[in-house]
Nanobody, 119 residues
Framework: QVQLVESGGGLVQAGGSLRLSCTAS????????MGWFRQAPGKDREIVAV????????WYADSVKGRFTISRDNAKNTVYLQMGSLKPEDTGVYYC????????????WGQGTQVTVSS
């Protein structure tokens, strides 16, 4: 059974930094595309960053490019999202997810971690 557990959220002032962690069990993070998503109150969930399987290629939403960095520690089977220069509009629940190789759908999700950026 695949489980993803996020941690690292919290309250931070605008301009500050946070690092989110997503530790996986039942699936090797280096063998799958891993994504970070977020959902702000009253808004749809949006994809924030992806780290692709097998290598170090990454993708970022325009809204976070240059401020967020996604990375992976294979020994810890953990994916990180380093967030800097945070803005109030970055507030939301952040989720990590893993993408099914065959269907290309994100099929397993963590429970989410709250990030609140105060102005």
């Amino acid at each position: 059974q695949v489980q993803l557990v996020e941690s690292g959220g919290g309250l931070v002032q605008a301009g500050g930094s946070l690092r989110l962690s997503c530790t996986a069990s039942g699936r090797t993070v280096s063998s799958y595309d891993m994504g970070w998503f977020r959902q702000a109150p009253g808004k749809d969930r949006e994809i924030v960053a992806v780290i692709f399987r097998g290598g170090s290629m990454t993708w970022y939403a325009d809204s976070v490019k240059g401020r967020f960095t996604i990375s992976r520690d294979n020994a810890k089977n953990t994916v990180y999202l380093q967030m800097g220069s945070l803005k109030p509009e970055d507030t939301g629940v952040y989720y990590c997810a893993t993408r099914n190789i065959w269907t290309r759908d994100y099929d397993y999700w963590g429970q989410g971690t709250q990030v609140t950026v105060s102005s």
